[in-house]
């Protein structure tokens, strides 16, 4: 899945010049957290909630004439970050969620080869796609399959339950293991009773949990 499917396009942003008090009245009414800084078309910085409001006064000086204007000619420039991590919209998801994790930010805006703002993925935005992936909608049950890492593996796995048993995959996701360990197959097959599917995995020597191998239904049912 790409950024560009699941980015929000043309996002709300402000320039450099912009008060810190209008940076705030967007957050506010727009719902968001995070502000790209856009000067001539291009992104030079960005700013988010908690930002704004650490640069704003104590409450205990909310009466006080002096702060409240400072707010309003302070410019969004003397706050932004300026150093932005950002992604292109041709980029996987999985590519903006490890950006986002290793530098542990809640958002990316999304830019052209030119520097230019197309749109901003959220960690929101992020999270949906990868609910998306791995819980399928429609009637579905999770199954974890023991394979040898081996090439075909999976493979004969799923002739066993696509070929022979004509039960469809909704999805699958291997993740990844150490070189010459078994590797574990997370499977949601388009039906909600697969204890078929599980005898006929079985039978082709995979080792098959449902819905994971440490809580085997099976086995806590007394099966």
Do not use: Y
């Not at 009245?25 to 000067?39: A, C, F, G, M, S």
């Not at 702060?67 to 150093?83: D, F, G, L, Q, Y």
């Amino acid at each position: 899945m790409l950024v560009s499917k699941r980015m929000t396009r043309d996002p709300v942003a402000v320039s450099p010049g912009q008060s810190l008090a209008e940076a705030l009245r967007l957050t506010r009414e727009h719902r968001i957290r995070h502000l790209p800084v856009v000067e001539g078309g291009e992104l030079v910085g960005i700013v988010s909630d908690r930002d704004i409001r650490l640069a704003m006064p104590s409450p205990l000086a909310a009466g006080d004439a002096e702060s409240t204007a400072r707010v309003s000619e302070t410019p969004v420039s003397a706050i932004m970050a300026r150093e932005v991590i950002t992604i292109g919209p041709w980029d996987a998801v999985e590519d903006a969620a490890r950006l986002l994790h290793r530098h542990r930010i809640g958002a990316l805006p999304v830019v052209d080869a030119h520097g230019r703002l197309l749109g901003i993925l959220s960690e929101t935005d992020v999270l949906d796609a990868f609910v998306e992936l791995l819980g399928p909608a429609g009637a579905s049950s999770r199954l974890e399959v023991s394979m040898s890492d081996r090439a075909g593996e999976l493979a004969r796995a799923m002739h066993v339950v696509g070929d022979e048993l004509k039960v469809n995959v909704c999805s699958m996701l291997v993740p990844p293991g150490k070189h010459g360990d078994r590797r574990v197959a997370i499977l949601h097959v388009n039906t909600i009773d697969p204890r078929e599917v599980i005898q006929a995995l079985e039978s082709a020597g995979f080792e098959v949990g449902w819905p994971s191998l440490e809580t085997d239904l099976r086995r806590a049912g007394g099966a």
